[in-house]
């Protein structure tokens, strides 16, 4: 019967991949499991996207739900050794699937999922990008599990007496689809992938003016954190580098546009080499300036 035993619990860790997350403290009632700055491969498995839980008192909110399902369920187990609370939501800021694939273990669980109307026709897909990208084991039980609520503008919710703002951004920026939760009484507001601040951000699914005007928006709360999806600067400064990258972008592209270059001529041209030694320049650079010519030429 023992051997037995030891055989399953052998063969299950065969079965189980175990991200290590570590929950950081970003302010006396949030912790944050930071990704890491990698593609999604088969050794971080997905871990490179940012997962956040707000203990709003008698439960928490967690912001962003992370790439599988076993990265959910070894998050909340992590949360649960600092305090054993119940989930009051999940909310995801964006349809990328880094950000919310993680449903499938907190639909499992009860609890209720909030994101984008975007989501309502996002399709299904026969495999996911992170599914293709990552071990069948670190993916296990991972089903795509869409919200069951939809904010189209603005939804405010009042957990423990605290007043919880999901605003809609309703216009492409990263993508059609972003969401940013601002909580007045802690000072902060959860971004999504509006900001990046640990490698060049990608600009394909976006828009370049309209990030650059919520940005501005972001820029003018009353914070003292800003939480990105990518990247451990949690203060006002998290904005900048992602801030500076697209405005910068949209300048200098738009310049020779308009001084009649071609697209290959603006790719040589459009170095931007203080962003070289940020992650990912080397594999993103060029690629976002010519999705930014393409982008103006056809005026945005
Ligand atoms: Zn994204």
Redo the contacts with the bound molecule.
Sequence with gaps: MKSLLILFVFIHSLLAFDYALEPKKVSETTHCFFGLSEVMDERNNGNMSNSCFVNMGTSYLVIDSGPTYSYALQAYEKMKEIKNLPISYVINS?V?D??WLGNAYYKEIGVKIIGSHAFEDEPKVEKTRMQMRITPEAYAKTTQEFPSIFVENEKILNIDDKKVHIVSVNKKA??DSDLFVYIPSQKMVFV??LVFNDRIP?IR?GNLQGWIDTLDEIREMDVEFIIG?HGEIVDRSSVDMTYNYVKTLRERVAALLEDGEGIAETINMVKMEEFKDVNFYDSMHRQNVDIAYRMLEWGE
Aim: proline share 0%; net charge negative.
């Design positions: 964006h990328h880094d950000h990263h993508t999504g992938d990608s699914d999806g």
